[in-house]
């Protein structure tokens, strides 16, 4: 089993509706980013939580350390949201702190 | 600031070749970091170094060496290329200290015939 997963792999939208990308993990983490890459592009960060919420535009991330589960939302979807959605947590592992990253969720939103 | 950034963006290699995919910050960032991203799985660490100096094993690390001579490049050798490393590769930067962002050079594109 991956130590994050994400859920779902593939989530096709139309503009205007309220999406939710989900994150489970089972490490020990100091912290969890959540990444954007868009087809053929670099990867940006849209996130790094330690705990709580945070919210940037139409854009929320919440963490729930406790279930070991992190969530992103996107309200108001727009086809320029369509990326991929990247999870990765920090985790201390041989030493020193490593990024471990889940498999993406593929979004595509219609206009 | 450049932020991250890498060379070449593109390249084709012969099995058997060598090559080196530069990275530079110029964040003054400690820790430097190597990934390939290959379809359907996620980006897996090559490489790593917290320091000028200093380097270490990722997950993926045979057929690829490092060196950290300086704060700012962090260059990856392939020693001889396979189509096994075909793949897109992401070099990134962070500070050590504290509740630090993570930033992401725009990848390299290689491809081993």
């Known amino acids: 089993k991956n130590e994050v997963e994400q859920s779902p792999q593939n989530l096709t939208a139309q503009e205007g509706e309220f999406i939710t990308i989900n994150c489970s993990y089972s490490v020990g983490i100091s912290a969890l980013h959540w990444l954007q890459q868009h087809p053929g592009g670099g990867i940006v960060s849209l996130f790094m939580?330690?705990?709580g919420k945070k919210k940037h535009g139409r854009l929320i991330a919440t963490i729930n350390i406790q279930e070991k589960h992190s969530s992103l939302h996107i309200t108001a979807s727009h086809p320029r949201d369509s990326a991929v959605y990247i999870c990765?947590?920090?985790?201390?592992?041989?030493?020193?702190?490593?990024?471990?990253f889940g498999k993406g969720t593929k979004l595509t939103v219609n206009p | 600031n450049a932020g991250v950034t890498q060379t070449p963006k593109f390249q084709v290699l012969k099995t058997g070749q060598s090559m080196t995919l530069q990275c530079a910050q110029d964040?003054?960032?400690?820790?430097m970091s190597w990934y390939r991203q290959d379809p359907g799985m996620g980006l897996r660490l090559i490489h790593y170094s917290v320091g000028a100096g200093i380097t270490d094993q990722g997950e993926v690390p045979n057929g690829y060496n490092v060196s950290r001579s300086t704060t700012e490049d962090f260059p990856l050798r392939l020693l001889s290329a396979a189509p096994s490393q075909t793949s897109v590769y992401f070099c990134a930067s962070r500070s050590w200290t504290g509740e630090s962002e993570q930033y992401f050079g725009p990848g390299t594109r290689l491809t081993v015939t």
């Open positions: 939580l330690s705990s």
């Open positions: 964040m003054n960032h400690e820790y």
């Open positions: 990765a947590v920090r985790s201390w592992r041989g030493g020193s702190e490593k990024l471990v």
